[in-house]
């Protein structure tokens, strides 16, 4: 009939068409198909890239570079009036006494531990510990607004802490805050704790903070220790958060 007439007229020319058709399909279906039938094959789930996240580099860091190039980070905490650069020199009694652009001030400056590599995120150690004075909680770029997390509802208002570096935006969530003697806690402070001396420094947060935040830490993750002083000199106020995320510039 119609459909024999068909085939004996147009036979000859739908093979080649339907290899060409199998072919287009194959190349469209490349790579997904393959990867969809090996993930079935072996039950695995196919793997799909994640979305890289960028940002433009922060410019109060780099203004802050350009005028003093021990300016290593830029440190935002809300809610307070915290929101400077960060120094570093090769101790820890340089910026004492002495403001963001090097300068002599008795009222100091922000400052990181002279022992952690703020270059990268991938040079930045397990407890990155930064220094700052407290004189009067009004005292502009000082810790003395740290002290506002003496409040629970304050830390439950306020829990990230931002800090820009060179190649990142880093985000902290506070977990613990509290008081700790200079003298028999300096541990809270170490820079590179083994695996043992990080989970005395974990658990030392935990013990002397009266809150619960809700947030865990383990020896997987990476810490920022804020440290101030208080009325007695042997007694420090310290915030540790741990890193949450970070958003690598562009």
Not at 22 to 48: C, D, F, I, K, R
Not at 119 to 130: D, I, Y
Not at 190 to 203: G, K
Request: hydrophobic letters at 40%; one cysteine or more.
């Amino acid at each position: 009939g119609l459909v024999k007439r068909f085939f004996r007229k147009y036979g000859l020319w739908l093979v080649p068409l339907a290899i060409l058709l199998a072919g287009v399909a194959a190349v469209l279906l490349w790579p997904q198909g393959v990867a969809g039938s090996l993930a079935a094959a072996t039950g695995e789930t196919a793997a799909v890239p994640l979305p890289v996240t960028t940002a433009a580099p922060d410019v109060r860091l780099a203004d802050a570079h350009a005028a003093n190039p021990d300016s290593v980070a830029w440190l935002t905490i809300p809610g307070t009036n915290i929101d400077a650069p960060v120094q570093q020199s090769d101790d820890n009694d340089y910026y004492l006494r002495r403001n963001a652009l090097g300068e002599y001030d008795e009222f100091g400056s922000l400052y990181a531990d002279y022992d952690c590599d703020l270059t990268t995120t991938a040079t930045l150690p397990r407890n990155l510990v930064l220094y700052g004075h407290t004189f009067d909680e009004d005292f502009e770029n000082s810790f003395g607004q740290l002290h506002n997390y003496r409040v629970y509802e304050f830390g439950e208002e306020h829990p990230y802490i931002y800090l820009s570096l060179s190649d990142a935006m880093l985000t902290y969530q506070v977990f613990s805050t509290g008081i700790a003697r200079a003298d028999t806690d300096y541990d809270c402070i170490a820079t590179h704790p083994t695996d043992n001396e990080f989970r005395s420094i974990l658990a030392k947060a935990f013990e002397r903070c009266a809150f619960d935040y809700g947030v865990t830490a383990s020896t997987d993750d990476h810490i920022l220790t804020l440290s101030t002083c208080t009325d007695d000199p042997n007694v420090r106020y310290l915030v540790v958060a741990k890193l949450v995320d970070h958003v690598e510039v562009e």
